[in-house]
């Protein structure tokens, strides 16, 4: 669960994964530090295995497999209008006037 969390807080939110792992550091019981900064570098597109920045988890697909009942991903964000938000941010990133 901690790679869709990952994923949403800072694709989603545009949380910079600093913070989002200085905060799962905090909050987890067992955090284990060299696992969380990779996985929010591998998600930031950062790191050694950097990537472009598009790694992105499809609630649907993840939805269908793990939840094919309809109890996952319960409605937490409306995706429509944080896909406007970050394609706005990416944007703005790269110089455009939308």
Known sequence: MQKPAIVWFRLDLLV???????????????ADLANNAASWQWVAGSGADAAPFFRVFNPVLQGEKFGP??????PIVDHGEARKRALRAFGQIKGDKT
């Open 16 to 30: 910079d994964w600093r913070r989002g792992m200085a905060w799962f550091e905090d909050t987890l019981v067992d």
């Open 69 to 74: 009942d309809g109890t996952y991903p319960r």
